[in-house]
Protein backbone atom coordinates (compact mmCIF):
# COMPACT_ATOMS: atom_id res chain seq x y z
CA UNK A 1 0.00 0.00 0.00
CA UNK A 2 1.46 3.45 -1.34
CA UNK A 3 1.17 5.77 2.01
CA UNK A 4 2.82 8.64 3.37
CA UNK A 5 2.89 8.35 7.35
CA UNK A 6 3.02 11.74 9.48
CA UNK A 7 4.80 12.26 12.88
CA UNK A 8 2.37 12.92 15.82
CA UNK A 9 1.02 16.13 17.17
CA UNK A 10 3.19 18.75 18.89
CA UNK A 11 2.77 21.48 21.32
CA UNK A 12 5.69 23.77 21.98
CA UNK A 13 6.14 27.00 22.97
CA UNK A 14 7.46 30.37 21.12
CA UNK A 15 10.85 30.32 20.41
CA UNK A 16 11.44 26.68 20.23
CA UNK A 17 12.69 25.04 17.74
CA UNK A 18 10.64 22.12 15.91
CA UNK A 19 11.14 19.14 12.90
CA UNK A 20 7.99 16.72 12.14
CA UNK A 21 8.66 14.39 9.51
CA UNK A 22 6.50 12.36 6.81
CA UNK A 23 7.84 8.84 5.81
CA UNK A 24 7.06 7.04 2.64
CA UNK A 25 6.19 3.63 1.81
CA UNK A 26 4.77 1.46 -1.09
CA UNK A 27 6.58 3.48 -3.86
CA UNK A 28 10.13 4.18 -5.39
CA UNK A 29 10.62 7.57 -3.05
CA UNK A 30 12.59 9.20 -5.08
CA UNK A 31 10.59 8.69 -8.19
CA UNK A 32 8.17 11.63 -6.58
CA UNK A 33 8.79 14.82 -4.80
CA UNK A 34 6.90 15.36 -1.70
CA UNK A 35 4.99 18.85 -0.97
CA UNK A 36 3.83 20.30 2.11
CA UNK A 37 0.40 21.96 2.61
CA UNK A 38 -0.80 23.86 5.70
CA UNK A 39 -3.82 24.47 7.30
CA UNK A 40 -4.78 26.96 10.28
CA UNK A 41 -7.61 26.51 12.17
CA UNK A 42 -10.71 27.03 9.91
CA UNK A 43 -9.69 28.11 6.75
CA UNK A 44 -8.04 26.56 3.63
CA UNK A 45 -4.99 24.95 2.08
CA UNK A 46 -2.16 26.71 1.39
CA UNK A 47 0.98 25.28 -0.62
CA UNK A 48 4.22 25.63 1.48
CA UNK A 49 7.13 24.14 -0.96
CA UNK A 50 7.73 20.94 -2.19
CA UNK A 51 11.00 18.78 -2.36
CA UNK A 52 12.67 16.03 -4.46
CA UNK A 53 14.18 12.94 -2.54
CA UNK A 54 16.43 12.47 -5.56
CA UNK A 55 18.68 15.15 -5.48
CA UNK A 56 17.25 17.74 -2.59
CA UNK A 57 16.10 20.50 -5.08
CA UNK A 58 13.42 22.27 -3.13
CA UNK A 59 10.91 24.89 -3.85
CA UNK A 60 9.22 27.29 -1.76
CA UNK A 61 6.50 29.47 -1.36
CA UNK A 62 7.40 33.04 -1.25
CA UNK A 63 4.89 33.11 1.76
CA UNK A 64 6.86 30.59 3.75
CA UNK A 65 10.54 30.97 2.52
CA UNK A 66 12.80 31.96 5.36
CA UNK A 67 10.30 30.85 7.93
CA UNK A 68 10.69 26.65 7.62
CA UNK A 69 13.13 25.05 6.34
CA UNK A 70 12.47 21.53 3.80
CA UNK A 71 14.57 18.31 4.17
CA UNK A 72 14.66 15.22 3.40
CA UNK A 73 16.78 12.01 3.75
CA UNK A 74 16.37 9.74 1.23
CA UNK A 75 17.89 6.84 3.30
CA UNK A 76 15.36 6.48 5.35
CA UNK A 77 12.10 7.55 3.05
CA UNK A 78 11.48 10.38 4.94
CA UNK A 79 11.16 13.99 4.43
CA UNK A 80 10.78 16.54 6.96
CA UNK A 81 9.68 20.22 7.55
CA UNK A 82 11.24 22.40 10.52
CA UNK A 83 11.23 25.11 12.22
CA UNK A 84 14.02 27.65 13.77
CA UNK A 85 12.11 29.58 15.83
CA UNK A 86 8.15 29.00 16.02
CA UNK A 87 5.68 31.93 16.20
CA UNK A 88 2.09 31.01 18.15
CA UNK A 89 0.68 32.10 14.31
CA UNK A 90 2.68 28.49 13.02
CA UNK A 91 -0.21 26.73 14.74
CA UNK A 92 -1.64 24.83 12.58
CA UNK A 93 -2.15 21.26 10.73
CA UNK A 94 0.51 20.49 8.26
CA UNK A 95 0.50 17.98 5.57
CA UNK A 96 2.76 16.12 3.26
CA UNK A 97 1.61 15.06 -0.20
CA UNK A 98 3.61 13.21 -2.71
CA UNK A 99 3.85 15.07 -6.05
CA UNK A 100 4.77 13.89 -9.52
CA UNK A 101 6.40 15.96 -11.67
CA UNK A 102 5.98 15.56 -15.37
CA UNK A 103 8.16 18.56 -17.11
CA UNK A 104 10.09 21.19 -16.10
CA UNK A 105 6.79 23.23 -15.78
CA UNK A 106 4.49 20.45 -15.02
CA UNK A 107 3.11 18.57 -11.46
CA UNK A 108 0.56 16.41 -11.53
CA UNK A 109 -2.01 16.83 -8.29
CA UNK A 110 -0.60 15.67 -5.52
CA UNK A 111 -1.93 12.08 -5.13
CA UNK A 112 -1.15 10.55 -1.65
CA UNK A 113 -1.40 12.36 1.37
CA UNK A 114 -0.41 11.85 4.85
CA UNK A 115 -2.86 11.86 7.98
CA UNK A 116 -1.28 15.54 8.84
CA UNK A 117 0.65 16.75 11.65
CA UNK A 118 -1.02 19.33 14.24
CA UNK A 119 1.31 21.66 15.72
CA UNK A 120 0.41 23.76 18.72
CA UNK A 121 2.27 26.54 19.96
CA UNK A 122 1.46 28.83 22.88
CA UNK A 123 3.06 30.56 26.34
CA UNK B 1 2.65 34.26 -8.60
CA UNK B 2 -0.29 32.20 -10.09
CA UNK B 3 -3.72 32.99 -8.23
CA UNK B 4 -6.30 31.34 -8.01
CA UNK B 5 -10.14 31.97 -7.03
CA UNK B 6 -12.71 30.02 -6.43
CA UNK B 7 -16.91 30.62 -6.62
CA UNK B 8 -18.58 30.11 -4.41
CA UNK B 9 -17.49 30.56 -1.15
CA UNK B 10 -20.29 28.16 0.33
CA UNK B 11 -23.72 26.62 -1.19
CA UNK B 12 -26.19 24.85 0.40
CA UNK B 13 -27.78 22.06 -2.19
CA UNK B 14 -30.01 19.06 -1.43
CA UNK B 15 -28.97 15.28 -2.03
CA UNK B 16 -29.43 14.49 -5.91
CA UNK B 17 -28.84 17.92 -6.76
CA UNK B 18 -26.43 18.96 -9.74
CA UNK B 19 -23.69 21.42 -8.04
CA UNK B 20 -21.08 23.57 -10.28
CA UNK B 21 -17.95 25.46 -8.53
CA UNK B 22 -16.15 27.47 -10.46
CA UNK B 23 -11.85 28.49 -10.07
CA UNK B 24 -10.50 31.30 -12.20
CA UNK B 25 -6.40 31.64 -12.61
CA UNK B 26 -4.87 34.53 -12.78
CA UNK B 27 -3.32 33.74 -15.62
CA UNK B 28 -3.15 30.97 -18.16
CA UNK B 29 -2.31 27.42 -16.88
CA UNK B 30 -3.08 25.16 -19.73
CA UNK B 31 -5.07 22.12 -18.08
CA UNK B 32 -2.90 22.07 -15.39
CA UNK B 33 -5.63 22.28 -12.52
CA UNK B 34 -6.26 19.76 -9.92
CA UNK B 35 -9.41 19.50 -7.33
CA UNK B 36 -9.42 18.20 -3.90
CA UNK B 37 -12.06 17.30 -1.98
CA UNK B 38 -12.00 17.47 2.33
CA UNK B 39 -14.32 16.00 4.47
CA UNK B 40 -14.20 17.58 8.04
CA UNK B 41 -11.11 16.27 10.25
CA UNK B 42 -9.67 14.16 7.11
CA UNK B 43 -6.73 14.86 4.82
CA UNK B 44 -7.73 16.10 0.92
CA UNK B 45 -8.67 13.73 -1.32
CA UNK B 46 -7.23 14.18 -5.17
CA UNK B 47 -10.28 14.17 -7.52
CA UNK B 48 -9.20 15.64 -10.60
CA UNK B 49 -6.13 16.47 -12.53
CA UNK B 50 -5.10 18.00 -15.67
CA UNK B 51 -8.47 19.62 -15.05
CA UNK B 52 -10.68 16.85 -16.45
CA UNK B 53 -8.97 13.54 -15.48
CA UNK B 54 -10.79 11.42 -12.83
CA UNK B 55 -8.48 10.08 -10.46
CA UNK B 56 -8.58 6.16 -9.78
CA UNK B 57 -11.05 5.25 -7.40
CA UNK B 58 -13.17 8.69 -7.46
CA UNK B 59 -16.94 7.83 -8.78
CA UNK B 60 -18.05 9.20 -12.04
CA UNK B 61 -20.55 11.81 -10.68
CA UNK B 62 -17.25 14.07 -10.21
CA UNK B 63 -16.28 15.68 -13.85
CA UNK B 64 -14.02 18.60 -14.47
CA UNK B 65 -14.08 21.06 -17.50
CA UNK B 66 -11.77 24.57 -18.56
CA UNK B 67 -8.53 25.57 -19.89
CA UNK B 68 -6.43 28.60 -19.51
CA UNK B 69 -8.10 30.40 -16.94
CA UNK B 70 -11.42 29.21 -16.26
CA UNK B 71 -12.09 25.81 -14.58
CA UNK B 72 -15.67 24.16 -13.40
CA UNK B 73 -16.20 21.16 -10.82
CA UNK B 74 -19.18 19.35 -11.60
CA UNK B 75 -20.71 16.79 -9.04
CA UNK B 76 -23.54 15.19 -10.85
CA UNK B 77 -26.25 13.65 -8.13
CA UNK B 78 -25.25 14.77 -5.09
CA UNK B 79 -24.42 12.38 -2.18
CA UNK B 80 -24.68 12.51 1.21
CA UNK B 81 -20.84 11.49 1.40
CA UNK B 82 -20.16 14.85 -1.10
CA UNK B 83 -20.70 17.00 1.33
CA UNK B 84 -17.30 18.39 1.87
CA UNK B 85 -15.08 21.79 1.17
CA UNK B 86 -13.80 21.71 -2.50
CA UNK B 87 -10.56 23.34 -3.36
CA UNK B 88 -8.65 24.34 -6.70
CA UNK B 89 -5.38 23.92 -7.16
CA UNK B 90 -2.56 25.14 -10.35
CA UNK B 91 0.23 22.97 -10.87
CA UNK B 92 1.70 24.91 -13.13
CA UNK B 93 5.43 25.90 -12.01
CA UNK B 94 5.87 26.71 -8.19
CA UNK B 95 4.56 28.13 -6.20
CA UNK B 96 1.42 25.58 -6.69
CA UNK B 97 -1.88 28.28 -4.99
CA UNK B 98 -4.64 26.57 -3.58
CA UNK B 99 -8.04 28.39 -4.39
CA UNK B 100 -10.19 29.92 -0.91
CA UNK B 101 -12.15 26.55 -1.46
CA UNK B 102 -15.94 25.98 -1.66
CA UNK B 103 -17.86 24.58 1.33
CA UNK B 104 -20.42 22.31 0.03
CA UNK B 105 -23.56 21.52 2.99
CA UNK B 106 -26.93 19.87 2.85
CA UNK B 107 -30.21 22.61 2.52
Known amino acids: EVQLVQSGAEVKKPGESLKISCKGSGYSFTNYWIGWVRQMPGKGLEWMGIINPGDSDTKYSPSFQGQVTVSVDKSVSTAYLQWSSLKASDSAMYYCARVERVTKYYYKGMDVWGQGTTVTVSS | DIQMTQSPSSLSASVGDRVTITCRAS??????LNWYQQRPGKAPRLLIYDATSLESGVPSRFGGSGSGTDFTLTISGLQPEDFATYYC?????????FGQGTKVEIK
Open chain 2, 89 to 97: QHSYSTPQA
Open chain 2, 27 to 32: QSISSY
